[in-house]
């Protein structure tokens, strides 16, 4: 008669919740450790382990204790799966410890820099439990659309995805459901996109000749059609280096809606005074 198994170890609340959950399924299927690692093909060391509390076990392992613990006909499969996807991903957020110091993205619709969609692409990626990349990469549909190098670029923010299909590729692998989906690939389509008539434009001028443009046409609808803009009544761009970065890009923009000339002054400075 073998040793009594040791309870788990609820140190780590959310892993103790996810290695009870296997256990239950162990003992409802009234499967030994060995006869489990023959099912598996995993070491009854390794499960044992898997099954202890004290670490968060590969998705891998996870999926192999549910599947070999289930009868191919049980219709409970499909629900206990979704079950202990979710422990396993809340043990995964706790034990990386990541997600906790990431910004909750804002609207798609706000993100207005290359920088805003890279944070949001990696706060998905850890809200999904941090899914090591070849997972990852599965769920995307393979290499073609999301390949491993690529997937290790953007989860470290040192890349945007190449393409608008490979960032809805990311964000369905990370679980973000198909409407939010579309939208941050509309983002990304903003936050990418630079004309090619103006080379070395970055995103952030073009948001800051958008934000001139909007402006423009609210003050100058204000002023009976006055074309002189203060940059100093200019309240929604990105920073007044980036405004002034932006103005020439407006005043091609604004070329489409007619010959009205627009003037950018600077709002006359107070001097400061002097100490006595």
């Not at 090591?132 to 890349?159: D, F, K, M, Y």
């Not at 996109?193 to 003050?219: H, K, S, Y």
């Amino acid at each position: 008669m073998g040793r009594p198994e040791l309870p788990v170890d609820h140190t780590v609340p959310t892993r103790g919740a996810l290695a009870a959950a296997l256990r239950e399924l162990r003992s409802a299927a009234g499967l030994s450790y060995d006869q489990l690692a023959v099912r598996t093909g995993v070491p009854a060391t390794t499960l044992k382990r898997a099954l202890s509390g004290r670490c968060v076990p590969s998705w891998e392992i996870v999926t192999a204790i549910a599947e070999a613990c289930h009868a191919p006909e049980d219709y409970l499969v499909e629900l206990s799966m979704m079950e202990i996807k979710t422990l396993w991903k809340e043990a995964r957020i706790v034990e990386r410890g990541r997600l906790q110091g990431l910004r909750r993205p804002a609207a798609p619709e706000l993100i207005a820099s290359p920088g805003a969609l890279s944070e949001a692409l990696v706060y998905f990626y850890e809200k999904a439990g941090g899914l090591p990349l070849r997972r990852l990469r599965e769920l995307a549909g393979g290499a073609h659309l999301l390949p491993v190098s690529t997937a290790w670029r953007i989860v470290n923010r040192q890349a945007l995805p190449a393409s608008r299909q490979q960032c809805v590729a990311f964000l369905t692998a990370c679980g973000v459901t198909p409407q939010f989906v579309q939208r941050f690939a509309d983002a990304y389509d903003r936050v990418t996109v630079i004309p090619r008539t103006l080379p070395g434009t970055q995103p952030w001028d073009i948001e800051a000749a958008m934000a001139f443009r909007r402006d423009a046409v609210r003050l100058r609808e204000r002023s009976a059609g006055l074309g002189a803009v203060r940059l100093a009544e200019l309240h929604q761009g990105p920073g007044r280096a980036g405004r002034l970065r932006g103005e020439q890009i407006l005043l091609d923009l604004l070329d489409e809606q007619g010959p009205r000339e627009v003037r950018f002054v600077e709002r006359p400075r107070r001097p400061r005074p002097r100490a006595a």
